[in-house]
């Protein structure tokens, strides 16, 4: 749409042009000359192609986009579910350790906090919105 808005501005400025400038007696929307018509519509069909191609590119653009999204969300969301059941198997071994006072209290503060920086660093990667390298080893860090 903005292509041929662009289009119909450049055919209205050819003819504002040769009429103002070129100092030609009457304004012609549609130029008599041939060779200038042709001319015209040959520019006036390229940009539109090129907003054409450029709409294309757009959506495919966007198409990829929305499959990168859907791949990390499912990789992220499976990720999540193995990380909280081996979470939850830790957090069993964990008690029963604890039950039978075979935990030290140092063995029990790094277990505990290995398991908060599990399930943190598994939060921060699925509150990722930039789907890059970069914002993705940056939230497990």
């Not at 549609?30 to 940009?47: C, G, K, Q, S």
């Not at 999204?69 to 198997?89: C, G, K, M, P, Y």
């Amino acid at each position: 749409m903005i292509a041929v808005i662009v289009a119909s501005l450049f055919w209205l400025l050819k003819s504002l042009i040769h009429w103002y400038i070129f100092a030609e007696v009457e304004f012609q929307l549609l130029p008599t000359d041939a060779n200038e018509f042709w001319m015209r519509v040959i520019i006036f069909l390229l940009i539109i192609a090129v907003g054409v191609l450029a709409d294309n590119r757009a959506a495919r653009n966007d198409a990829v986009e929305k499959e990168k999204r859907e791949i990390f969300d499912a990789t992220v969301s499976s990720s999540q579910h193995v990380v909280n059941n081996l979470l939850n198997q830790v957090q069993v071994l964990f008690l029963d350790l604890d039950n039978d006072n075979r935990l030290s209290d140092e063995g029990r503060e790094h277990l505990e906090e290995s398991i908060r920086e599990g399930k943190d660093q598994i939060a921060r990667l699925s509150s990722v919105t930039a789907i890059d390298e970069a914002s993705i080893r940056g939230s497990v860090r």
